[in-house]
C-alpha cells in the first residue's frame, strides 16, 4: 500500500488519535448492530497492546451540529469495553476542557472514545481551528480505521492531517483499500458485479467504472432493476422508477453489449396489488413473470426463477462484488430474494471466489442468512466503497502521508 501504515508508526508511550467508524444504530442507549464496532477492534488492540495511549474518535447520526443526547456515544463506549474487556474512558466533548484532561490522565494502553464530532458544526465544515485542537489531543500521530467516512472531507478525517506528524491508515482501512483495490485494479475473471437498491442514479458512476474494468456480468436487481425494465418497454406498474433515467439505463444496456458484457435483469418478481400495509394484517404477495405485471401492481422483491438465473451466473465466478438489496429487504417476505443472494455469494465463496460484500443492507443480509464469516471481505463503507469502485479519489484516503 503506498500509504503510510499504523505498522510504520511507533506507538510507544504516544498519544495516538484513531478516527473511528461507530456511526452504529442505538436503541434505549443499547447498540443494536455492533459490526462497525467489532471492525475496529484488531487496530485497538494493535496500539494498546504497543503500549499507546488511544484516543478514538467518531461521528454518530445527524445532529446537524447540536448536542442531541440520542446521538451520544457514550453507550458505545460501554459496549466496546464489554467486547474488549478492559475499561473505556468517556469525554463528554471531543475537544476543550473536557476532552484534554481525560486525554491528559491517560496511561499507556489506556483507550478513551471522545464524544461524537458532529455536535460541533465545524466537524463537517473541515473547519482548520477544529481540525487543529483535534490534533493537539495527540503527539502527532493519526490513524484513519474509519473507511465508512473516508468519502467525506471533515476536520477529523481531512483538516486533522495538516496538523500532525504521521497520518496512516488503520488495520481496517488498510484491509479495505487492500480488497477493492485489487477489483479495481486486478480482479481475477470472471469478475461478476451485483447491484442492487432503489435508484439507478446512485450506482451510474459504479455501472459505468464496472464496465470499463471489463466485469463479466453485471446483475441488478432491486427497485433500480424496473428503470431498466421500463426503459426496455416492460409494464412495471407501480414499481419504482426514475423516469428521469430511462434514456441513461438504455445507454447503460447499449454500453454492456457492446462491451461484451452480460447484463442480466430479474425475468420474475413479488408484487403486491397495493402496499399499504395495515397493522396486525399480512402482506399479501404473488409471484408473477415481469411481463405478466399490469398496472396495478408494485414490484417488491425478486422472483424465485431470477434468483436461480443470478445464482447460476455466479457458478464459474473468480471475483464477486455486492452491493445492494433485492428487493424491499425490511420488510419480510420481500427480504427472500436477498437473503438467497447472500447464500448463493457465499457458496461462491466457499468455491474459492473472492467475494467482496458493501452496503448497508448487503450487509445486514450476509449477517441474517448465518454466512458472514464465509465472505471473503465485508465492507464498511457504503458511499465511500461506491465511490472507490467508481475510481473516485477518496479524501480521508489522499489526505493520509505517503509511506
Known amino acids: 500500500?503506498?500509504?503510510?501504515?499504523?505498522?510504520?508508526?511507533?506507538?510507544?508511550?504516544?498519544?495516538?488519535?484513531?478516527?473511528?467508524?461507530?456511526?452504529?444504530?442505538?436503541?434505549?442507549?443499547?447498540v443494536e448492530d455492533d459490526t462497525r464496532i467489532r471492525a475496529a477492534i484488531p487496530t485497538i488492540n494493535y496500539a494498546t497492546e504497543r503500549s499507546a495511549r488511544v484516543i478514538l474518535a467518531s461521528h454518530l447520526g445527524r445532529p446537524k451540529g447540536q448536542r442531541v443526547e440520542k446521538y451520544s456515544l457514550r453507550p458505545v463506549a460501554e459496549h466496546l469495553s464489554n467486547l474488549i474487556e478492559k475499561p473505556v474512558a468517556f469525554a463528554d466533548d471531543c475537544v476543550g476542557?473536557?476532552?484534554?484532561?481525560?486525554?491528559?490522565?491517560?496511561?499507556?494502553?489506556?483507550v478513551l472514545l471522545l464524544e461524537n464530532l458532529r455536535f460541533h458544526p465545524e466537524e463537517e465544515k473541515n473547519d482548520e481551528e477544529l481540525a487543529r485542537q483535534l490534533a493537539s489531543l495527540c503527539d502527532g500521530l493519526y490513524v484513519n480505521d474509519a473507511f465508512g467516512a473516508a468519502h467525506r472531507a471533515h476536520a477529523s478525517t481531512v483538516g486533522i492531517t495538516k496538523f500532525v506528524k504521521h497520518a496512516a491508515a488503520g488495520l481496517l482501512m488498510e484491509?479495505?483499500?487492500?480488497?477493492?483495490?485489487?477489483?479495481?485494479?486486478?480482479?481475477?475473471h470472471p469478475f461478476v458485479a451485483i447491484l442492487g437498491g432503489a435508484k439507478v442514479s446512485d450506482k451510474i458512476a459504479v455501472i459505468n467504472a464496472l464496465i470499463d474494468r471489463k466485469v463479466d456480468k453485471l446483475l441488478i436487481g432491486g427497485a433500480m432493476a424496473y428503470t431498466f425494465l421500463k426503459s426496455e418497454g416492460f409494464t412495471v406498474g407501480k414499481s419504482l422508477v426514475e423516469n428521469?433515467?430511462?434514456?441513461?439505463?438504455?445507454?447503460?444496456?447499449?454500453?454492456?453489449?457492446?462491451?461484451?458484457?452480460?447484463?442480466?435483469?430479474?425475468?420474475?418478481?413479488?408484487?403486491?396489488?397495493?402496499?399499504?400495509?395495515?397493522?396486525?394484517?399480512?402482506?399479501?404477495a404473488k409471484t408473477i413473470p415481469i411481463e405478466f405485471t399490469n398496472a396495478g401492481h408494485a414490484g417488491m422483491d425478486i422472483g424465485a426463477e431470477t434468483l436461480t438465473h443470478f445464482a447460476n451466473a455466479l457458478q464459474d465466478?473468480?471475483?464477486?462484488?455486492?452491493?445492494?438489496?433485492?428487493?424491499?429487504?425490511?420488510?419480510?417476505?420481500?427480504?427472500?430474494?436477498?437473503?438467497?443472494?447472500?447464500?448463493?455469494?457465499?457458496?461462491?465463496?466457499?468455491?474459492?471466489?473472492?467475494?467482496?460484500?458493501?452496503?448497508?443492507?448487503?450487509?445486514?443480509?450476509?449477517?441474517?442468512?448465518?454466512?458472514?464469516?464465509?465472505?471473503?471481505?465485508?465492507?464498511?463503507g457504503g458511499g465511500a466503497t461506491?465511490?472507490?469502485?467508481?475510481?473516485?479519489?477518496?479524501p480521508g484516503v489522499a489526505a493520509l502521508s505517503e509511506k
Not at 1 to 25: A, E, G, H, T, Y
Open 317 to 380: 465466478a473468480r471475483t464477486i462484488i455486492w452491493n445492494g438489496p433485492m428487493g424491499v429487504f425490511e420488510e419480510p417476505p420481500f427480504d427472500q430474494g436477498t437473503i438467497g443472494i447472500a447464500h448463493a455469494v457465499a457458496d461462491a465463496a466457499d468455491r474459492d471466489a473472492t467475494v467482496i460484500v458493501g452496503g448497508g443492507d448487503s450487509v445486514a443480509a450476509v449477517r441474517q442468512a448465518g454466512v458472514a464469516d464465509r465472505i471473503t471481505h465485508i465492507s464498511t
Open 97 to 110: 476542557k473536557a476532552a484534554e484532561s481525560k486525554v491528559e490522565s491517560l496511561k499507556d494502553g489506556d
Open 175 to 188: 484491509q479495505e483499500l487492500e480488497y477493492l483495490g485489487r477489483v479495481i485494479s486486478e480482479p481475477e
Open 244 to 284: 428521469d433515467m430511462l434514456r441513461t439505463a438504455a445507454e447503460i444496456e447499449k454500453r454492456a453489449k457492446d462491451e461484451g458484457v452480460e447484463l442480466l435483469l430479474p425475468t420474475d418478481h413479488q408484487v403486491v396489488d397495493s402496499y399499504e400495509p395495515v397493522k396486525g394484517q399480512e402482506i399479501v
Open 1 to 30: 500500500m503506498p500509504k503510510l501504515s499504523i505498522r510504520d508508526l511507533n506507538l510507544k508511550r504516544k498519544r495516538v488519535f484513531v478516527r473511528v467508524d461507530f456511526n452504529v444504530p442505538i436503541k434505549d442507549r443499547a
Open 386 to 394: 461506491l465511490e472507490f469502485l467508481a475510481g473516485e479519489e477518496l
